[in-house]
């Protein structure tokens, strides 16, 4: 007889940033949005400057977001993780895969995102990434449709073991990454945008996860 697969972890957040500049009015915010909803790790996108300003939003904003039990990852930027500490870096492509990764771990989380096809998807996976990221915009700005996307995250999900992140840019959308089987969903600009408060959204945003996780769920049996 067949073992059953163990059922399938309940999916989180990660929460990617605004591009960071003076990082002081994220520090005030990033502790009310970590106690809003369940963030397993916080993507810091970084405006440009010299290495030494750098590292320095990099280890403030690093010592809020694991205050709050939340990972921090950098956004590109992997030569500042370790001196920074960061618990890592996401990625984009392979190329930036294949030189940083080796270095990043097996001490710090290597994610990769910018994964045009899946077979540049499988050989990120095949070469250890700890995640795979699905579903963010390019360079001109355009994306895959949410369809493409979902399905995507469903056939990674059903055949690879390296979790995969589905990249949303509205609450309708997490729900549905968190159906198709992402392991996380990465929620950001439509977060900070909202009127009502990015806390406030972030919280929606988890509850929409877990709807969209439940309707994966089988129906309980009838007694």
Known sequence: MAKPAPPRPAPRLYLATP????????LAALPHLLAAADVAAVLLRLAPSDPRTLITRIKAVTAVAQAGGAALLLDGHADLV????????HLSGLAAMQ?????????RIAGVGALETRHDSMVAGEAGADYVLFGEPAADGTRPS????????????ELFEPPCVGYAISRDE???????????????????????????????????LKQGFAG????????
């Open 174 to 208: 997490v729900g549905e990454f968190a159906a198709a089987g992402a392991d996380f969903v990465l929620v950001g600009d439509h977060i900070w945008a909202e009127a009502d408060g990015a806390a406030a959204a972030l919280a929606d945003a988890e509850a929409a």
């Open 146 to 157: 949410t369809e493409a996307i979902a399905d995507r995250l469903n056939w990674w999900a």
């Open 19 to 26: 591009v960071v500049d003076d990082p002081a009015q994220l």
């Open 216 to 223: 994966t769920a089988p129906a309980p049996a009838q007694g």
């Open 82 to 89: 370790a001196r920074g500490g960061a618990d890592g870096a």
């Open 99 to 107: 030189e940083w990764l080796p270095q990043l771990q097996p001490q």
